[in-house]
Every structure is written in C-alpha cells, then in structure tokens.
C-alpha cells in the first residue's frame, strides 16, 4: 500500500494566553540548572502573547527574537499591537515558505538586487494589490513592518549591520503637515526604497475623518433620532445623551464609574461638571489611555446620579462582578455585564503578578467573555434603526462613534455663533474683535482631545463646504426653475 504524502503544514500564529519569559540558569553550589524569571523582562505575565510557528511546527526562530526583544525594549506591551505585528511577520514568512519558490528570509545577493528578499517580497505584495487581493494601505502596511522587523534584528544585536545595505537603499522625503498654529510646516523623514505609494485618500464631503470615517448628523436628523430613543431603554437614553452632549468616545462611556461623577468637580460659573478619566491606574478606558476631562453639562450629571442610585441600577450591580460598588461600571446590561470590558477589569480577573508594563487590550480568564461595544451595534442596526425606518424610510444609517463627531459639529456651530455675536456687540462699542476662528478651534480640539489641530480642523472644513453646497444647490435649484414656463406650473 502506498505511502500516504500528507500536505504541508501552513505557517501559523498561536497566542498564549498567560506568556512568562523565563531563563535557564544553572545553581553552581548544585550544578543543577533551572528556569527562572528572565531579569532584563522583570517578572510577570504577558496575556495574549503572539508566538510564530513555521509550517514544520517548529518555532520561526527569527520572527520571535524579534518580537521578545521588541518587547524588551518597549515601555508598554499592548496585546493588540503584537498580534498586528506577528500577522504581519506571518504574512512574510508564510511567503518565505511557499512551495516552489522557498526563500530564505538572509539570503541577500550582494550583486543580484531584486533577488533580494525584500525586493522579492515588495513584488509579490505589489503583486496582489495589481491582483485585486489586498488594497495599497495593506501592502503598504506589511512592507514597513518587515522593515522594521530586519531594522530591529540589527538595533538588537540580533544580525550585522552590513545586512541593512543590501535589504534597502534609504533615502530623505519632505513632509508638509499643519501646525498646532495652524501653520503649515516641513519635515525631513528619512524612507527606503521598499516603500508602496499609498493612493490619496479619497475625500468624501459627507464625512469628516478622525478615528475612521465620521458622518455628523444633521439637526433634523438629530431630532429623529431623539424622539425615537424616548422608547428606549434609560440606559440606552442616557448613553446616547453622554456621547451627542459630551463627545466622550464609546470606550468611555462605557467604562465610566459612579465614582468618577461623585469625584466630578463643579463649574458653578458654566453650570457643568469636569470629570477626569484616563490615565496610568484609572478605571475609565480613554484613546491610548490619554487622561481626560469630560465636560458633563450639570442636568445630565445630576440624571445619571440619579439613575445610578434607581432601584434597577442597584439589581443589576448586585449580579454583576463588582456588586454595589462606586467603583462598578455606570452602564451595565440587565445579566450585570459592562457593554465594554474595562482594561482594569481584565487585570483584575487575571493573575494579580501580572506585568506593570502591561496595558491589555484583550483577553480575559477563561470563563469571562470579554464584551467590545457588541450589543450597542445590535441596539442601532437591529432595534433603533428599523424603528426610524417606519416613519423615515429615507433616514441614513449611522454608528455610536458617528454620535461624537455629531458633538463635535454642534460645539463647533455654537462657538462659531456665539464669536459672531460677541465680535459683533464689541464692533458696536468701538472695540476691535478679540475672538477669531483660531480661537474656536482651539476650543474645539480640547474639547475633543484631538492630538492634532489639523483632525479639529476638518470640522471646519466640513462646515464650509455643507455650507457651499446647500447655497450651490439652491441657486442651481433656482436656474433650472428658468427652463420650466409659468403656464406648467399653474393649474386648478
């Protein structure tokens, strides 16, 4: 009977749970070696830890030295981050080992350049994004990981740095970005010759982008959306409210502690409240766990105060991991789930000897299902809506995210009026204006947190060209009226 040619095994990634670097040391009063805590990592685990094993089954020796070193030199270990990383190195070596054309990822011809491996690789993905198989950001994407990843093996140590001259040729690329003083400013970076062009993105007036493409919702359509959600559950009404008169991201809101509103201080002058969020040791989930403050007008505080001390809020805490604490999640579901598992909440569940340096971004002891926001989804698309749909058949569809940049847009109208009106009641007493555009965007950005006031700036953009559009629209609208004679128009 013939023998049975099983098919090779393909490249693959596995994720260990609960990761510990260990070495091997040897006592020399007992000659005996065993593992221990490697120093130079520190002690502790490191959750969701991406490993890279090659077809044979074997570990990729090169791809997790990089990685481990990578993580011996960073300040912070985002479980997310690895995994991006390691799905890139396995896309490369999953490449390396293809039938046929195995390559070997040091094998860099000192006379044949685009028999390099990099070189190589650079074809193949341009390969498939001519295919139609990814797009040119992925492409592009994986490029500068595997650029890290052989620039890395040589900060490491790990490889020579005669490696680096034949991987890539570098050379300097002049940047034009927007200054915090809105100022347009150059840059000199320093790129390779292994870089994928990005096509420009393309610009649609009906978004703004910041985080992923936003649609504010219009006054009316926020008007819909408002009544409809007067049926809706009080949770539901007063997470709407939080992101619509906050601008607070869904990861916060959801994350968001009675603690955190008792803490809250008092602006009596602007009748509203500053609640700080983020931060090293916070329990409220913030964009890179940036410290915050949420500016909370004073009648909503005082509704999810009150809402927090309802009888029903109370049940829920009692069947949910925290019980009746102030340090219990404000919006959880009726099982006393959280709508989003906090980052100190998968700490918490987890071995207490977990690394300082660990910011987790995923993963949770076995019999905990960690929640990302999934039953707000099901609330707008399977509930919300289609309950729209029945009187407004022609309402857009939106995302709670969209609700930010909603926020975002009113703030914006608001000071732009409120500057017109002030700059108008000086102009009146003789005095020259003393608020202008720079101003309101300033406001705006700090408002939203934005790093960059070149992300604030879009909504002001935004603005002007809705603007030009509808008055575009309605002199069109007014020219075309021109061609249609009276006599059509009028009848019994």
């Not at 840059?187 to 610009?203: C, G, Q, V």
Request: hydrophobic share 35%; charged share 25%; with cysteine.
């Amino acid at each position: 009977m013939p023998k049975k040619i099983l098919d090779r095994d393909v490249a693959r990634c596995h994720i260990i749970n609960d990761m510990r670097v260990l070495a091997l040391r040897r006592n020399e009063s007992t000659n005996e070696a065993a593992y221990e805590p490697a120093n130079e990592m520190g002690e502790g685990i490191y959750p969701d830890y991406p490993i890279l094993i090659q077809g044979n089954g074997l570990p990729w020796t090169l791809g997790n030295m990089y990685l481990l070193k990578r993580l011996e030199f960073s300040a912070k270990y985002e479980p997310k981050t690895w995994q991006n990383v390691a799905g890139d190195l396995l896309h490369y070596l999953r490449w390396l080992e293809k039938p046929g054309s195995e390559t070997s990822p040091l094998q860099f011809n000192a006379k044949q350049k685009f028999n390099r491996p990099t070189y190589k690789y650079r074809a193949h993905l341009i390969d498939l994004v001519n295919q139609g198989s990814i797009k040119p950001n992925t492409a592009s994407g994986r490029m500068s990981s595997i650029v890290a990843f052989y620039r890395g093996l040589v900060d490491y140590g790990i490889l020579s740095n005669e490696l680096i001259d034949l991987a890539w040729q570098e050379r300097e690329v002049l940047i034009r970005v927007i200054g915090w003083d809105l100022k347009p400013r150059t840059y000199s970076i320093t790129s390779t010759d292994l870089a994928i062009k990005k096509p420009p993105k393309a610009h649609d007036d009906d978004y703004i982008s910041d985080g992923g493409k936003l649609r504010p919702l219009s006054q009316s359509e926020q008007d819909i959306l408002i009544e409809h959600l007067k049926t809706s559950s009080a949770t539901y009404r007063l997470m709407f409210a939080m992101a619509i008169l906050t601008g607070a991201r869904m990861q916060t809101i959801c994350t968001l502690r009675a603690q955190n509103l008792h803490d809250a201080i008092f602006d009596g002058a602007n009748n509203r409240y500053l609640v700080h969020v983020g931060g090293p040791g916070h329990l409220v989930d913030t964009k890179n766990s940036k410290p915050q403050v949420v500016i909370v007008p004073a009648q909503l505080c005082e509704l999810l105060l009150k809402y927090w001390e309802s009888p029903e809020s109370i049940s829920k805490r009692l069947r949910s991991y925290y019980g009746d604490t102030p340090t219990n999640y404000l919006f959880i579901n009726s099982d006393g789930q959280p709508y989003i598992t906090s980052k100190n909440e998968k700490i918490d569940r987890r071995d207490k000897r977990i690394n300082l340096r660990v910011s987790i971004d995923g993963g949770t002891s076995a019999d905990v299902k960690t929640r990302n926001g999934q039953a707000i989804w099901s609330f707008i698309n399977r509930s919300l809506l289609p309950r729209i749909a029945k009187t407004h058949p022609n309402f857009k569809s939106f995302t709670f995210h969209d609700l930010r940049a909603t926020f975002g847009m009113n703030l914006l109208e608001t000071l732009l009026r409120r500057v017109d009106l002030l700059n108008e009641d000086l102009k009146k007493r003789g005095q020259r204006a003393r608020y202008g555009t720079e101003w309101v965007l300033e406001q705006v950005q700090e408002r939203m947190s934005h790093a960059d006031i070149g992300t604030t700036m879009r909504y002001l953009n935004f603005r002007r060209t809705q603007e030009f559009k509808s008055n575009l629209q309605m002199k069109v609208e007014d020219e075309l009226m021109k061609y249609v004679p009276n006599d059509v128009l009028n009848y019994d």
